[in-house]
Each structure stands twice: as C-alpha cells, then as structure tokens.
C-alpha cells in the first residue's frame, strides 16, 4: 500500500495518509477498507521514513480496536517508502511475504468498497497477469503536441474517447510478473510510469480492466475530501 506520498496538491499540514477524513486518517480508512474486503492475508504499507513508527502506533491501535471482519488475523506491516511512488511499492514489495497474488492499492483511494478488490481478485484468480479497475472519461480529451499561434498549448483531438478508461486502484498482479516488472524499471527505469501496471506492460505482458468505482476517487486536491465526505455520508463503511 503507497502511503508515502507528501500530499502537495492537498496543501495540507502533513503527508496525505495522515489526513483525517471523518475521525480516522486515510490511512486508517484504507487499512480496514481492505481488511473489510477480505481479500489481503498481509498488508504492507509504505510511509515517509519519519512516519514509520507513528504508523505503526497508529495501526496497531486500530488492529487492538476495530471490528476487523473477515481481515481479522492479517499481518499489517510498515515500511519506509521512497522517492516516489514507484519507490515505495518497490520497498513494500521487498518487505512482503511470498504471495502468489499482489495488490497494489494506493492510500490515497481510501474509500474503494470491498467489491472492487473482490473483481481484481476474480480476474486473477481466473488466470490474467495483471488487472486493474476502470471507469469511463467523461471529458472531451486532446492531446498537447507543442505551442499555438499566441504561446499557448496547441491541441489535436486525435484521442477516441470511448476507448480511454481512468485507470484506479487496487491493481492485482501475478507476483512474479509485479516483481520481475520491479526488477526490470530497477535495472532500466522509465522516468515518466506512474502506475505498475505499465511496468508489467512494459514486459510484454496482457493488462486487463475489470469496473472500477466513483468512490475509489484518489484524494488529490481538497475538494476530493469534501466528496469523500459525502460518500462516507451516503455509505458508511
Ligand atoms: N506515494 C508513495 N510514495 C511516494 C509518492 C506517492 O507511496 N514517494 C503514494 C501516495 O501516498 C498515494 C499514491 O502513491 O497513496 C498516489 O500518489 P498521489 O495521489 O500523487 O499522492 P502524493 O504524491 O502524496 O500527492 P501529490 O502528488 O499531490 O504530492
Ligand atoms: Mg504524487
């Protein structure tokens, strides 16, 4: 779980996961989110390296406290992320146990219901390498090819939009795949990945969707608080 992000777009007074959204931290809320799903028997999150302990004080208090649901029993491990997201999921994955079956699931998304993890789940168990949730853009999109006649961008619309998604998370992973990937941007980085699954599709190997949700929003600027305020409100966990 990346959770080592500082949060600059949410111009808050610390890292992001350590935010609170109705009385709990994000981290909190994606902790029991996921333990809620019952599809992780290890979680291991990746926090900035002075927040380690803090974290783990802050985890271990809510294992003590929480109805854990079907998570009840799964280790909850901290580590120190890295310099960026890459980094950390890389640290994470170094600190996990030996799975057959990775989720990456950003801290940020904390309020992505139990139904989004049990169909990446579905979809690897069915057998696909790699498979991330997805929702449809709602904008008109164009692509930025250099600057216009008066110094602005200049746009082609050159995009189908009804063949791009909004990629969320949790992407789930063959392990081996995830860390072989790893392996390969450690060795040969691509600057400009922003998600792993295209470090798998780097490699050659078939990504696929399953439906993603409005409510796995990544908390970004401080809006996206307010409407994750009116989902708790809407659904409880
Ligand atoms: N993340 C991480 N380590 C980093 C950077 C990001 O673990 N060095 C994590 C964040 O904690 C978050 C997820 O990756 O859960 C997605 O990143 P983003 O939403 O960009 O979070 P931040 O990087 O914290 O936000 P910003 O870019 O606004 O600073
Ligand atoms: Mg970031």
Do not use: N, W
């Amino acid at each position: 779980m990346p959770a080592a992000g500082s949060g600059t777009r949410l111009d808050s007074d610390r890292p992001k996961a350590f935010v609170e959204l109705a009385g709990m931290t994000l981290l909190e809320h994606c902790v029991l989110g996921t333990l809620a799903s019952g599809a992780a028997t290890e979680i291991v999150v990746a926090v900035p390296e002075a927040l380690v302990r803090p974290a783990q004080d802050l985890l271990a208090a809510l294992l003590a406290s929480a109805d854990l649901g079907p998570g009840a029993g799964t280790a909850v491990r901290v580590v120190a992320g890295g310099a960026d997201r890459i980094a950390s999921v890389d640290r994470a994955l170094a600190a996990a146990d030996s799975p057959d079956l990775v989720l990456v699931h950003d801290a940020a998304r904390c309020l992505t219901p139990p139904a989004v993890f049990t169909r990446v789940v579905g979809a690897l168990r069915a057998g696909a390498p790699a498979v991330v949730p997805v929702l449809p853009m709602t904008d008109t999109v164009k692509r930025a090819t250099g600057t216009g006649p008066t110094g602005g961008e200049a746009l082609v619309s050159d995009l189908d939009r009804a063949a791009l998604r909004r990629v969320q998370t949790p992407q789930g992973f063959d392990a081996a795949v995830l860390r072989e990937a790893h392996a390969h941007q450690r060795s040969d980085p691509h600057p400009a990945a922003t998600d792993d699954a295209q470090l798998v599709e780097r490699l050659g190997h078939p990504v696929e969707a399953v439906a993603g949700d409005e409510r796995a929003l990544k908390i970004t600027y401080p809006i996206d608080l307010r409407i994750a305020r009116i989902h708790l409100e809407e659904s409880p966990a």
